[in-house]
């Protein structure tokens, strides 16, 4: 009973996710996952580059930033991360501090 419990509750948490990203930045996680690696390391570029640009909008205080969309960046930056370790790749060239 409590492994159907668990995986309910992380189908759910996913749904949110999958959800939350795509309204906020127009971007499709699961076609995102379902990426070759090579395409799937474009991604993760593009959603580093979109989570330094929503981390300086929030540290400057714009009247823009937005919390929901840096933490469904940050969540889908860290599943795709995630999804490049478990096949084996290295998620390394990819870096958050702008360098």
């Known amino acids: 009973m409590a492994t159907f419990q668990e995986s309910k509750r992380r189908a759910a948490a996913e749904a949110r996710q999958t959800a939350a990203l795509q309204l906020a930045c127009g971007i499709d ?4 996952l379902a ?3 090579a395409a799937r390391a474009g991604m993760m570029a593009r ?3 979109r ?11 714009h009247w823009s930033y937005d919390l929901d969309r840096h933490i469904a960046l940050k969540q889908a930056f860290d599943r795709l991360r995630g999804a490049n370790e478990k096949g084996g790749a290295s998620a390394a060239p990819f870096s958050l501090s702008g360098s």
Do not use: V
């Open 29 to 32: 996680l699961a076609a995102a």
């Open 47 to 49: 959603l580093a580059r």
């Open 35 to 37: 990426m070759p690696l």
């Open 51 to 61: 989570l330094r640009r929503e981390r300086q909008k929030g540290l400057s205080r």
